[in-house]
C-alpha cells in the first residue's frame, strides 16, 4: 500500500469531505450503491483517531459536506449532520488495527457476493486479479450485518494487511492508503470476481502466466498514480452524468 504521506499531501478537512463525496458518486455510477447500503470513511486529516463517513439512509450519491458523519475510534458519532452507519464498527476496527489504511469501502457489489459464496480463491487471471495478488482473504463468521466492536473486529482481523476482505455472502471491505486508493480497488475487485465467474462458468481458467510477468503487472497498476489518474477518469464522468 502507498505511503499516506504520497497520496494526497496537505489533504485539507473540506479536500477530505470532497473526496468522500466524489467517491460516493463515482460507486453509485459502477452500481455498487445496493439501495443506501454501503459506506465509505476517510480519516480525518491530521487527526487519525476520527474520520468522515457516509450517512446512514443516503445513497452514494446523496452525499454532501452537510450530512457527512464525523466517528471515532469506538464507532461513537461526535459530529456531522447526518446518522451514523450501524455497521460503522467495520470502519472503526479496520482504522484501529491499521494505521497505514487513511479510508474504507463496505458495499456489496453482486459478482464479489457471488464469488464469496462459491468459497474458490481469486487466481491471478485478469489485470483487476493481479491487484489482489498479495492475497483475497475471507470473512466467515456470518452473513448479519456488522453492528457490534466484536464483529466489526473480526472483520479487520481477517483483512489482517491486505487489501481487501471477502465477507462470505456478504459483501466486501476495501481499504486504501487514499479514498481514491480504496475506490479503485473496490472497483477491480468486483471487476476480478465477475471475470473469474465467467471463466469457470466456461469451464474455468486455464493456464496462468509466469510468476514474475503477474508480479511486474501488480506493481504497475497498484502504484499511486494509478489510483488517482483512474479515479480523476471516474470522478469527471460520474459528474457528467449526473449533470
Same mark, same amino acid.
Given at each position: ?14 479536500? *477530505? ?35 468522515? @463517513? ?9 452525499? #454532501? ?20 452507519? /450501524? ?14 489504511? @487513511? ?10 457476493? *457471488?464469488? /464469496?459464496?462459491?468459497?474458490?480463491? @481469486?487466481?491471478?487471471? $485478469?489485470?483487476? $486479479? ?5 492475497? =483475497?482473504?475471507?470473512?466467515?463468521? #456470518?452473513?448479519?450485518?456488522?453492528? #457490534? ?7 479487520? !482481523? ?7 476482505? =471477502? @465477507? ?9 492508503? /487514499?479514498?481514491?486508493? $480504496? ?21 474455468? *481458467? ?5 510468476? *514474475? ?8 497498476? #497498484? ?18 452524468? !449526473? $449533470?
Amino acid at each position: 500500500m502507498a505511503n499516506p504521506a504520497q497520496t494526497r499531501g496537505g489533504l485539507s478537512a473540506e479536500d *477530505a469531505r470532497q473526496v468522500l463525496i466524489d467517491s460516493g458518486l463515482i460507486l453509485e455510477a459502477a452500481g455498487q450503491g445496493d439501495l443506501t447500503r454501503g459506506h465509505v470513511s476517510v480519516r480525518v486529516p491530521g487527526d487519525p483517531t476520527h474520520f468522515y @463517513m457516509k450517512p446512514h439512509s443516503f445513497g452514494f450519491d446523496e452525499i #454532501t459536506h452537510e450530512n457527512i458523519v464525523i466517528c471515532n475510534l469506538d464507532g461513537e458519532k461526535i459530529g456531522g449532520g447526518g446518522r451514523k452507519h /450501524s455497521e460503522v464498527y467495520i470502519h472503526s476496527e479496520i482504522y484501529k488495527a491499521r494505521p497505514d489504511v @487513511m479510508s474504507v469501502i463496505h458495499t456489496h457489489p453482486t459478482h464479489a457476493v *457471488a464469488f /464469496s459464496a462459491t468459497g474458490r480463491t @481469486m487466481r491471478p487471471i $485478469s489485470q483487476p $486479479s493481479v491487484a489482489f495478488l498479495d492475497g =483475497l482473504p475471507v470473512y466467515t463468521d #456470518t452473513i448479519e450485518l456488522i453492528r #457490534t466492536h466484536a464483529m466489526g473486529a473480526g472483520v479487520a !482481523k481477517a483483512l489482517g494487511p491486505h487489501k481487501a476482505v =471477502l @465477507m462470505r455472502n456478504h459483501g466486501v471491505a476495501v481499504v486504501g492508503a /487514499s479514498v481514491e486508493e $480504496s475506490t479503485i480497488l473496490a472497483i477491480l475487485l468486483e471487476n476480478a470476481c465477475e471475470i473469474q465467474l465467467l471463466a469457470d462458468a466456461a469451464g474455468a *481458467a486455464g493456464a496462468e502466466f509466469d510468476r *514474475a510477468c503477474i508480479e511486474r503487472l501488480h506493481d504497475t497498476i #497498484t502504484k499511486t498514480e494509478q489510483y488517482t489518474i483512474n479515479f480523476e477518469y471516474l470522478r469527471r464522468r460520474a459528474i457528467r452524468q !449526473k $449533470s
